[in-house]
């Protein structure tokens, strides 16, 4: 039993969000939204997604201030980081890739492309030798999206408990 990957889609404009989760969910994903950094943090927080699909220009706080929050708090240090975002010149390309984002992709955009990169990062991401889910009687442990499943139910952990429950 494969667990889907989890993607936390963060855009002010909710057709992009709703555009992008049918694409991916299409692919197998499965998909949060946020509208801006407090709801994304939250969503993080809460759920641990395996990968984070962010734009750049939300009101508020940006998306870069938001990748760079992600990047220095230890628990959500590692979350693979897309920057999806209508500012297409080098200087901002570069400046989110120092941010930490882990690929950098310019509206408008192809859902093939969008789904080709996703999957290039979370194979790039993903450690070697634990990518495989551990099932024991009638519990699951996946250690690439830290989810708990018994008997096909997921069972609500937090990434803290998921991590003391994976050295058991």
Same mark, same amino acid.
């Given at each position: 039993?494969?667990?889907?990957?989890?993607?936390?889609?963060?855009?002010?404009? @909710?057709?992009?969000?709703?555009?992008? @989760?049918? @694409?991916?969910?299409?692919?197998?994903?499965?998909? /949060? &939204?946020?509208?801006?950094?407090?709801?994304?943090? $939250?969503?993080?927080?809460?759920?641990?997604?395996?990968? *984070?699909?962010?734009?750049?220009?939300?009101?508020?706080?940006?998306? /870069?201030? !938001?990748?760079?929050?992600?990047?220095?708090?230890?628990?959500?240090?590692?979350?693979? /980081?897309?920057?999806?975002?209508?500012?297409?010149?080098?200087?901002?390309? *570069?400046? #989110?890739?120092? =941010? #930490?984002?882990?690929?950098? /992709?310019?509206?408008? !955009?192809? +859902?093939?492309?969008?789904? =080709?990169?996703?999957?290039?990062?979370?194979?790039?991401?993903?450690?070697?030798?634990?990518?495989?889910?551990?099932?024991?009687? &009638?519990?699951?442990?996946?250690? *690439?999206?830290?989810?708990?499943?018994?008997? $096909?139910?997921? *069972?609500?952990?937090? +990434? +803290?408990?998921?991590?003391?429950?994976?050295?058991?």
């Amino acid at each position: 039993m494969s667990i889907a990957k989890r993607v936390l889609i963060v855009d002010d404009e @909710a057709p992009i969000r709703e555009m992008i @989760a049918v @694409a991916l969910e299409m692919a197998g994903y499965d998909c /949060i &939204e946020a509208e801006n950094a407090q709801q994304a943090h $939250a969503a993080v927080l809460d759920q641990m997604p395996d990968l *984070v699909l962010l734009d750049w220009m939300m009101p508020g706080t940006s998306g /870069i201030d !938001f990748a760079r929050r992600l990047r220095r708090d230890e628990t959500t240090s590692n979350v693979p /980081i897309i920057m999806l975002t209508a500012k297409s010149e080098e200087d901002n390309k *570069v400046q #989110g890739l120092e =941010a #930490g984002v882990d690929d950098y /992709i310019t509206k408008p !955009f192809s +859902p093939r492309e969008l789904v =080709a990169r996703l999957k290039t990062v979370l194979r790039r991401t993903t450690p070697k030798g634990i990518e495989e889910p551990v099932t024991v009687d &009638e519990l699951t442990l996946d250690p *690439v999206s830290h989810r708990v499943t018994s008997m $096909a139910q997921s *069972v609500d952990l937090g +990434p +803290p408990n998921f991590v003391c429950c994976s050295f058991l």
